[in-house]
Structure formats: structure tokens, C-alpha cells
């Protein structure tokens, strides 16, 4: 079965250090991974997608199949990146839906 | 353009009373999304429309939840009647076809039972 695992519930950093969220997952097929982040009061918002090999806000995240992962990164926090982040996984072709992991909480210290 | 636009923000009903949950995706999205966010978890999927057809509900407890699309715009999402279990955060979110762009999520209604 499909599945989703992000094992910290909690990361806690200071501002300036690197950061790295786990993301694993679990899916036979060829994963289409995303990181959804929630700041306080607002709604939850994608903030960058596998396939676009993009850097958001400093982020990055790389798929690696043998280790079948998606860690989300970044190598300086922000106070402004204390947030909710989801790992999530697509799956079942054109129409597929979204599988979320339990998310972490990011909380970056002055 | 606007977003996804959900109503009530937030509710609280008593066990055993039925509660319905308004959705409007954005405009030109044909695939909507309801899911169900208890508190420390993150959100599960309850049903799938692609306009106004259901692709998929396989995780939809159908004998206390309802979900419809009609017209192909607007959803409305219904518990008859509601368990304690149910209090939770129910996000609706929308698609272009193309899924890579993601989804675009509402702000959620917040229901609490007691």
C-alpha cells in the first residue's frame, strides 16, 4: 500500500543553521512527490513538486528511489520558515489523488 | 484569481445532528477535492470529483457521510449523523487537469462534536 512517512514531529533550529525535514515513502510504482507547507493561520499551500526540480524559498528537495525519499532541505533557516510542512505522494495516473504524510513542525529560534 | 472558497469556517454540533460544508473551487478546475484533517494528522483523502462525477470515495464513510457535485462547480459535503471521531478540520482543494500544478486548498471548516 501507499504510504507516507515523515518520522519527526518536531524539528527544532536556530536561525542561520541548515535544515533538513525526512520525508519516506512507500509505492511501487513511479512516485510523483510534493512538499505542502502550512504557516500559522493560513492554508495549506504547495510549495514545491519533484518533477520541477525547483528551489522555493531557498528549499530543495531531491527524489531518491533506491532510499525511497524526499527530504526537504534548506541550508540556512529562516524565522519566517517556522511552519507545518507535508510530504506527499501521487499516485494512480491522470486522475491521482494525494497520499500526506503526518507532517513535521518546523520551529526556527532567533 | 481567487481561491478556493469553503464555508463554515468553523461548527459545533452535538453528536447524533447532521452538518453539511460548503465548497467553491476555482474557477476552470474540474477536479475537487474533499479531505478530512484530524488534529496531528495529516489530511485524508474522503472523495475525488471530476466535474461532477465521483472517481474516487473508496475512503468515505458512506454510511454517515454524503458528497455531492452538482453542476460540476460547487460541492457540499454532509455528516448524518455526526460522531465524536468526526472533529476534525475538512479542507476542500482543487486541480487544473494538469496535477503537476498541485492542488489549491480552501482554508478548511473546523468542526468540533460534542
Known amino acids: 500500500a501507499q504510504r507516507v512517512t515523515q518520522p519527526e514531529k518536531l524539528l527544532s533550529v536556530f536561525k542561520g543553521a541548515p535544515v533538513e525535514l525526512k520525508c519516506n515513502y512507500s509505492?511501487?510504482?513511479?512516485?510523483?512527490l510534493f512538499w505542502y507547507v502550512q504557516y500559522s493561520r493560513q492554508r495549506l499551500q504547495l510549495l514545491l513538486r519533484?518533477?520541477s526540480r525547483e528551489s522555493i524559498k531557498g528549499f530543495t528537495a531531491d527524489l531518491n528511489k533506491g532510499e525511497t525519499s524526499f527530504h526537504l532541505k534548506k541550508p540556512f533557516a529562516q524565522e519566517e520558515d517556522s511552519a507545518m510542512y507535508y510530504c506527499?505522494?501521487?499516485?494512480?495516473?491522470?486522475?491521482?489523488?494525494?497520499?500526506f504524510g503526518k507532517g513535521t513542525k518546523l520551529s526556527v529560534k532567533p | 484569481e481567487a481561491g478556493v472558497a469553503q464555508s463554515p469556517r468553523y461548527k459545533i454540533i452535538e453528536k447524533r445532528q447532521s452538518v453539511a460544508f460548503w465548497c467553491n473551487p476555482i474557477?476552470?478546475?474540474?477536479?475537487l477535492y474533499w479531505y478530512q484533517q484530524i488534529l496531528g494528522q495529516g489530511p485524508k483523502l474522503l472523495i475525488q470529483?471530476?466535474?461532477?462525477?465521483?472517481?474516487?470515495d473508496s475512503q468515505l464513510p458512506k454510511d454517515r457521510f454524503s458528497a455531492e457535485r452538482l453542476k460540476g462547480v460547487d460541492s457540499t459535503l454532509k455528516i448524518q449523523p455526526a460522531k465524536l471521531e468526526d472533529s476534525a478540520v475538512y479542507l476542500c482543494?482543487?486541480?487544473?487537469?494538469?496535477?503537476?500544478?498541485?492542488?489549491?486548498f480552501g482554508s478548511g471548516t473546523r468542526l468540533t462534536v460534542v
Open positions: 482543494a482543487s486541480s487544473q487537469p494538469d496535477r503537476y500544478y498541485g492542488y489549491t
Open positions: 509505492y511501487s510504482g513511479s512516485p510523483e
Open positions: 519533484h518533477i
Open positions: 506527499a505522494l501521487s499516485y494512480g495516473g491522470s486522475q491521482g489523488n494525494l497520499i
Open positions: 474557477s476552470g478546475h474540474a477536479t
Open positions: 470529483f471530476q466535474n461532477n462525477g465521483v472517481v474516487d
